[in-house]
């Protein structure tokens, strides 16, 4: 059996070796033809050009390495503490939350007026179809909504929202009468 194998490896290596011995005058004719080409033209080196240098001119401009929130913070009087925040709009933690702060803004209605004792009372509807008094000063919807004016058309109020960049900025919102799309 060894002997069976070894012929068989023999017969192996001879086939291989076979093949090394092809015929390469085919080879040496196209590297002689290559040689004896002559060479072509040699393309140029690329010219550098320079560029002239830009002078940082945007001093007075937003520093771009500082957040946005922050900046507006300190542009609308918002003062650094010592810990690195900055003081400026913030819903009040300790204020009790009123009942229409439970839904989103977009879900409630104006559904009407109400005078009594010569002020005028915004009516709200909720999800569920019941009406709510509302006056100045409320809150309502889910963004710390504050009333700051009811009118016969609108609810007029003002929203505390991230700013994306640890602080809150105030957005203006309003509710049309019968328009239960918030603007």
């Not at 390469?24 to 002689?32: F, G, M, S, T, Y």
């Not at 309502?140 to 909504?145: A, I």
């Amino acid at each position: 059996m060894r002997a069976k194998h070894t012929l068989v490896l023999g017969l192996a290596a001879m086939v291989v070796l076979a093949g090394c011995g092809r015929d390469k005058r085919d080879l040496e004719q196209w590297v002689a033809e290559t040689l004896n080409r002559p060479p072509g033209p040699v393309e140029p080196i690329p010219t550098v050009e320079t560029t002239e240098p830009v002078t940082y001119s945007a001093y007075e401009l937003r520093d771009p390495f500082l957040r946005p929130g922050r900046e507006r913070a300190a542009e609308e009087g918002g003062e650094e503490t010592s810990s690195g925040e900055y003081t400026g709009p913030r819903p009040d933690p300790n204020r009790r939350r009123e009942f229409l702060e439970r839904f989103p803004l977009d879900a409630l209605s104006m559904v009407g007026t109400i005078e009594l004792d010569d002020q005028v009372f915004g009516l709200v509807a909720d999800t569920e179809g019941t009406i709510h008094r509302v006056r100045e000063g409320n809150y309502l919807g889910q963004n710390h909504g504050r009333i700051l004016q009811v009118t016969e058309g609108s609810i007029q109020l003002v929203e505390l929202v991230p700013d994306g960049a640890d602080g809150w900025m105030e957005r203006n919102a309003s509710i049309a009468l019968g328009d239960d799309a918030v603007q």
